[in-house]
């Protein structure tokens, strides 16, 4: 796998000794990996990620995995924030609205297979943007092949299990639930279920318990995430 290094000046030290225990994917919505290459090394922009894949294939390494990349920002997985300061982020030369190309497809699953084997990870620790911020966030998208990365084992997709109560599988999978169960369920179709829409569905719950129950996410204290009963602007 051939690494072309171009590197960004924004990043910083993980905090607190933070070491890698998460890799986020992003899509760049940008026209084309140049201009996505110039803004993640623009110091006034103050975004970066450790690499980049080009439409093309091509792999760019833009931080060192050492340090903290600025690719995250706010949000949630499994009950713990900085999620920067705790993962590796992946920036995938893609609008948003089309389809993957083969050859950025192909290099991620080469990358993901290295960095899941260099830093002892499972394939449940590859999440997206969205997933940890779905307030905010919708990248990768859903036109992202989550399925053939489980597959390859470098992802998860669940059996359908009985369904429980959504939000707390939703929480026990790792999702940040204080953002609502409409964040949610919007993060968890993009990934899950894209061709989706309309209300929370058995189906969705399916999903979500099986997740809940094959997929659990590495907490120490489940008990500290509570789920809240109303979406979080109805909460005082």
């Known amino acids: 796998m051939e690494i072309i290094d171009h590197p960004s000046c924004n990043f910083g030290e993980r905090r607190g000794g933070a070491t890698v225990d998460l890799i986020v994917l992003h899509y760049t919505a940008m026209a084309d990996a140049p201009s996505a290459l110039e803004r993640l090394c623009d110091p006034e922009a103050a975004v970066s990620a450790h690499y980049l894949v080009a439409?093309?294939?091509?792999?760019?390494r833009l931080v060192d995995?050492?340090?903290?990349?600025?690719?995250?920002?706010?949000?949630?997985?499994?009950?713990r924030d900085d999620v920067n300061s705790r993962s590796i982020g992946i920036e995938l030369d893609n609008s948003g609205i089309e389809p993957f190309t083969e050859a950025l497809i192909t290099t991620l699953e080469a990358l993901l297979a290295d960095l899941l084997d260099r830093h002892a990870l499972s394939a449940k620790s590859v999440i997206g943007h969205s997933d940890m911020a779905p307030d905010?966030?919708?990248?990768?998208g859903p036109h992202f092949p989550w399925q053939r990365l489980a597959r390859a084992g470098l992802s998860v997709w669940p059996e359908p299990a009985q369904p429980g109560d959504f939000m707390k599988d939703a929480a026990y999978f790792g999702y940040p639930v204080e953002f609502g169960e409409d964040h949610v369920?919007?993060?968890?179709?993009?990934r899950f279920r894209p061709d989706s829409s309309g209300p929370l569905d058995v189906a969705d719950g399916a999903m979500m318990a099986g997740l809940a129950r094959q997929h659990p996410a590495d907490v120490t204290e489940r008990?500290?995430?509570?789920?809240?009963t109303r979406p979080l602007h109805d909460l005082s």
């Open 55 to 60: 439409r093309d294939g091509s792999l760019y």
């Open 185 to 190: 369920l919007h993060a968890f179709r993009h």
């Open 223 to 228: 008990s500290a995430r509570r789920v809240p």
């Open 136 to 140: 905010r966030k919708g990248d990768p």
């Open 65 to 79: 995995e050492q340090h903290r990349a600025w690719h995250a920002g706010e949000g949630r997985w499994a009950g």
